[in-house]
């Protein structure tokens, strides 16, 4: 009798590469990630954009403006702005950056799906995908700095409330980058033996 | 490369063609196209054998050793 990994194992779901497979499936979810993140980078981008905006005029006196909602609810908007900016600046770059790792894994999953997962390109988009995480938690660690300087500087800090997910060392996330930066190294491997491969006579 | 490969020689000297050599030795034209070219990576045992079989020669006939040739790195320290 078979147990459910041998089930899983024999199904067709389970083969890793080609039509039809693990692959293809996440290549399909990649492109419905891509969407949604998409969508996050524009809004984090208008935000952006019309927070600053709306920081500059409240500044200039042009618009008069209180917190309507939430714990600093009264209070001047201007004294959100240490924390703000900074944080919109990250989203803007984290959600850039996860549209590019996406559009790199699609890449390397389209090569999954025509059963040639050590094309010699896909050692480079892991490499662009380990650097491009690496940007991302720089910034979210100088976002984190920033935040905390600017509102010792300008601002009180009872008078603004962290957002949450921005400490500065997260050993997971870094984790992960080497993971990544580990298997894009036996991606360029691998594309190496193939091509030697296919070059012994 | 450092090694040179002189099938083109050794045929001539034979008067055979790739294609006569290909059908001899069971290698493909494109595989013998690799080796004569000099773009092969790495030459199998059985594969010298058959040529030197079929051409009657020796494997120094075919590989020759240019030190002053630049070598070309292929990533693993090897050539």
């Known amino acids: 009798m078979k147990t459910l990994d041998e089930n899983l194992l024999s199904s067709k779901l389970a083969k890793p590469f080609g039509q039809k497979s693990l692959s293809s499936g996440l290549a399909v979810a990649l492109k419905i990630a891509q969407v949604i993140i998409s969508a996050l980078f524009a809004i984090a981008a208008v935000a952006a954009v019309f927070t600053t905006t709306l920081f500059i005029l409240v500044a200039m006196h042009r618009v008069p403006a209180k917190v309507f909602n939430g714990p600093h609810r009264g209070d001047n908007i201007l004294s959100t702005w240490t924390v703000a900016i900074p944080y919109l600046v990250y989203a803007v770059v984290a959600t850039r950056g996860a549209l590019l790792i996406v559009r790199r894994l699609q890449s390397v999953f389209s090569s999954f799906v025509a059963n040639q997962p050590f094309a010699r390109d896909n050692a480079a988009h892991l490499r662009a995908i380990w650097l491009t995480l690496v940007v991302i938690e720089i910034t979210r660690i100088t976002a984190f700095i920033v935040m905390h300087g600017l509102t010792a500087a300008f601002a009180s800090a009872a008078s603004v409330t962290f957002p949450r997910g921005l400490d500065p060392i997260d050993p997971v996330r870094w984790f992960v980058i080497f993971v990544v930066l580990i298997l894009a190294e036996v991606f360029r491997q691998g594309a190496q033996l193939r091509e030697d491969s296919e070059l012994t006579v | ?79």
């Not at chain 2, 055979?16 to 030459?43: C, D, F, P, Q, Y």
């Not at chain 2, 010298?48 to 030190?67: K, M, N, T, V, Y």
């Open chain 2, 1 to 79: 490369m450092t090694i040179r490969v002189s099938l083109d020689k050794v045929l001539a000297d034979r008067d055979m063609s790739l294609t006569a050599l290909s059908e001899r030795i069971g290698v493909t034209i494109a595989n013998l196209s690799i080796l004569k070219t000099g773009k092969a990576r790495a030459v199998r045992f059985s594969t010298l054998d058959a040529l030197c079989r079929a051409l009657e020669c020796q494997p120094g006939d075919i590989l020759s050793f240019d030190a002053g040739s630049v070598q070309t790195d292929t990533g693993d320290g090897t050539e």
